[in-house]
């Protein structure tokens, strides 16, 4: 009976999966000026030609990481897009005028002028997994060395000196200890190391300074998992120091989980279930109307950003991702019960019927709220990562070829 | 009957702004470092000690022109509050490693170290309003320089150079006509040159040109008010272009409809009443559940806003006081029932029954979706002006004193 689920899972997941493919590479390429279109309504219209960064290097990244890794995605149209949206990128997205030594773009133009910098370190990010995911298929060493140019960059910032970033030294602004930021870290490390002994030493000490960073966010006696905590792995006073994410912690799980699978380290596959996803599943579940919360305030006052009590599509991703792989590693029934919760609630709200891929923003009794299917923030990224981890970890548990 | 029907509003509107101000006096005050908390939990509970810049100019201006003005605030407990404020603005808000003239501040910790300065014009412009209001209570001369000084300064970036407010030169960000920044410097002539014939003299050009600035986004044949043009008046492509802001609108109503009436510009008065109140009410009030939307775009395409569909307590104080000022100068029986269908929603869904002063933020359905009173951009500033303003225009149109 178990079995019979698993199959039914994925067979959803990878029609789904197959669906959510088709409507990027039906609605996103620019043929004229390379790149994506990110802001994609409901039924494919481009609504707004802008490009933002952080979507064009997700997109490159998962259109490339398709096309390594699963036999019927093996597809030339997909590798074609993923080099064009590199080509664009690599052409644009750095900016050497920005902060003290270049920045890449948080926004661009369609013909790719910028439009807006960030003074933070996410563009920079899916540019590296773009760089070093492309160099991965297609064998091109400049690429693969425009990854490490700038992940070396990057590192430098955040662990050594931030005034790269162009942020007005202030003294009321105390740095702070961002999760987003060691876990994008950890991320790269994994990305920049598979299969490559020389980056793995390279990396090793990098990666376990990411875990310790990470893990400065179990506050409260092991109770709550907090976004933002000092330099020192204390609590912060104020709203910044009381705002959780449900949907981030459980992301933070999996790269944990993953980190400890692969490091063969017991005790931080426990950390990361009981503390990274048990935790946050239990506070952000919503008791009344189902899915997971946006942001909460570990106090129980009311959050200020407006979003907080929406159902967005991307915390659900992540925590179906963690759920299975640690069911997948485990096989602890309470965490397929999990997974088949999350799931239920997922399959039930965020896909549409009529034109393909998922709605991104609900309101907390669970309609859609926006119902766009790209926007500044949600491009081709969270729902095929999730279809696409799901269907492998499900081939793993059926036993099944992972390459089909 | 309609002298009846005023003078129930007028009743319920004093109450109510008493019982705003009394709320504030009771929990805003920091009697240890000055200033105001601004982070104020429904009931009352200081739930973040951050000092929000804008909120700390717009309570010392509400005070003193409360105490101005009105003589049941004629206190010394309600001046005082707006010194300390105002002392604690004057020694801290102003940074001058920020732009490269200096910029104020856009949050403070509670002792006053910058936290976070913005590279936009609204600090500044809250600082100049409380500067000068204090100065006119006061008599202290010093503070009215400042204020101009800093005025001039604005005025510079805006008209002049931009660069001093520190943000990159990027060849995509293409400088738009935003409609808050001529709003706001129109607010600002209104406030420096009030009783002042020298410097109506010196700002009469730049009150001109904010007029002229502010009707450019008058588009689409007059059937649309648009947040963002080109700086030559024309309608811009993608979200920003098609972005409407109900609320922002019908304040710029007002803003214009008093400039009008002080000039005695007839037609002016004409175009404020159809364009920018007629026109956004009309497009923003939500037929199926009541109320104004937050933000919409002109073509039916979902705003990416996330909070797109709320509604928020701000864009109801304006649309109050554009109806009842319309209706004041021209007793058009339509503008009273605008003004009345708005009351009716407003005072059904924002006043809080149990604690005081009203919630800033409903859901679409016009339940309360964050139920704090005071937060980073919600402080002592739009309720109690709303409600200021409608009672003196209430008396006005009763024939009794404004001065009670």
Redesign the interface.
């Known amino acids: 009976m178990n079995t019979e689920k698993l199959e039914q899972f994925r067979e959803k997941i990878r029609a789904e999966l197959d669906r959510v493919v088709d409507f990027w590479l039906k609605h996103s390429h620019d043929n004229q000026y390379g790149g994506f279109f990110t ?1 994609i ?2 039924d494919g219209t481009v ?4 490009k933002y960064v952080w979507l064009q290097g997700r997109q490159v990244w998962m259109y490339c990481h398709l096309y390594r890794t699963v036999k019927r995605f093996h597809r030339k149209e997909i590798l074609d897009a993923a080099i064009s949206g590199g080509k664009f990128l690599r052409q644009f997205a750095w ?1 050497p ?2 902060g003290s030594s270049g920045k890449c ?1 948080f ?3 369609r013909d790719g ?5 960030q003074r933070t370190i996410f563009s920079e990010c899916f540019y590296i997994m773009a760089m070093d995911e492309l160099a991965r298929v297609t064998g091109d060493q400049e690429m693969q060395a425009e990854a490490e140019r700038v992940m070396d960059l990057l590192v430098h910032w955040v662990r050594v000196d931030p005034s790269g970033l ?1 942020r ?1 030294q ?4 105390t740095p702070v200890n961002n999760m987003a930021v060691p876990m994008m870290l950890l991320c790269l490390v994994q990305q920049l190391t598979e299969g490559r002994a020389e980056l793995a030493g390279k990396y090793r000490e990098l990666g376990q300074w990411c875990v310790q960073q990470v893990l400065q966010h179990v506050q409260r006696d092991g109770t709550a998992i907090l976004e933002n905590v000092s330099k020192e792995g204390k609590e912060l ?3 910044q120091g009381r705002l959780q994410n449900p949907g981030h912690a459980l992301e933070a799980g999996w790269f944990l989980f993953q980190y400890a699978v692969r490091v063969g380290d017991q005790e931080l596959q426990r950390t990361a279930m009981d503390k990274f996803m048990e935790v946050p599943f239990h506070k952000g579940w919503d008791q009344q109307h189902g899915g997971l919360f946006y942001f909460l ?1 570990v106090d129980g ?4 950003q ?5 159902k967005l599509w991307w915390p659900h991703c992540e925590a179906l991702i963690a759920f299975l792989m640690a069911y997948r590693h485990t096989r602890e029934p309470r965490l397929l019960e999990r997974f088949t919760q999350v799931y239920d609630y997922t399959f039930s709200h965020f896909p549409d019927a009529d034109h393909g891929e998922w709605f991104g ?1 609900l ?2 009794q669970g309609s859609v ?4 299917k790209g ?2 923030f949600k491009g081709f990224f969270h729902v095929p990562r999730c279809l696409y981890m799901c269907e492998r970890l499900l081939d793993s548990l059926l036993g099944d070829s992972c390459d089909s």
Do not use: I, N
Not at 369 to 372: I, R
């Open positions: 802001c309504g409901k609504y707004d030609d802008l900016v005028s920005a773009a926004c661009l133009s002028k910028a439009v807006k910098v162009g007005l202030l003294p009321g602004d006073p104020g709203c305030d006052h009311c959050p200020t407006l979003e907080w009590s929406m923003y309101t907390q709220a926006l119902d766009f926007g500044p």
